[in-house]
């Protein structure tokens, strides 16, 4: 039996380097409550801020985890979308947040990021994500692999490859 050949890997769609027209096209952050701030954005940082409300609460009454790696790995991504050419696209490929301090209803965060190395296919990127009162409550690294114009994906999923016993 032949086994299935499953497409290539989906490649993400070529943002623009303008972060402000980039944040009006919205995304998963948005859905969220958070923005990109353009005037607190630019060539190889990026900022992104919003409102702490009732959704963004987890049992314990503080902000979720899951919003502190969204808004960080937004900011992030946006300083590294900042860097890229009109041929260039990226994806986080990876992101380790540590949580400092929980944030409660009511307080603002600003998570900003900043490259800290762009090579030809791979980009390091630190953030940090600030209260109200500018007390760090979380901060984060990560990798972003970029793809070239003319690079096409290659390959088949983990999980389609077939294994010799």
């Known amino acids: 039996m032949t086994p299935k050949r499953s497409p290539g890997e989906p490649r993400p769609v070529r943002p623009s380097p303008d972060l402000f027209r980039a944040a009006r096209r919205g995304g998963f952050h948005q859905e969220v409550g958070f923005r990109v701030v353009p005037e607190k954005s630019g060539r190889g940082y990026c900022t992104v801020a919003g409102h702490v409300e009732r959704r963004h609460l987890n049992i314990n009454g503080v902000v979720h985890g899951g919003v502190y790696a969204t808004i960080l790995d937004t900011a992030m991504g946006g300083a590294v979308v900042s ?63 970029i793809w070239s114009g003319d690079e096409r994906p290659q390959g088949t999923a983990l999980g389609s490859r077939r294994v010799a016993r």
């Open 83 to 145: 860097l890229l050419t009109d041929e260039e696209t990226t994806a986080t490929t990876s992101l380790y947040v540590e949580f400092l301090r929980a944030a409660r209803r009511g307080e603002i965060l600003s998570a900003r990021g900043e490259v800290v190395r762009r090579g030809h296919h791979v980009a390091f990127a630190e953030g940090e994500l600030l209260g109200s009162r500018g007390e760090r409550l979380s901060q984060a690294r990560g990798t972003w692999y």
